[in-house]
């Protein structure tokens, strides 16, 4: 009786810092839309789609653009690590669909 108690008091306090962290301005706007971007070009891709844009290489503005993104991720720790914990997941469950690791 008392764990079932315990537990609905929980869920209040929960759902508060839920909220709490969905009213959070983003830290890095940029960054997400970027990682967003990803995130749904794997989703989006067929398998064939994913291996071919993996050999080749991006050439003018893509390739200047990965460069300051790469760059900027270098330069700033914090914000490497919210991407890769951001578009880790998607990207290696899609490889992993794809064959593309064991």
Known sequence: MFQRAYVLALVPALLLVADARAQQPQQYPL???IAQR???KYNNSTCVQLAEAKSEKPTGEKAQMEARVVAAMKADPQMRAAFIN???AP???KMFECGMIP
């Open 91 to 93: 990207i290696a469950n």
């Open 86 to 88: 951001k578009v880790a």
């Open 38 to 40: 990803i995130i749904d």
């Open 31 to 33: 960054m997400d839309a």
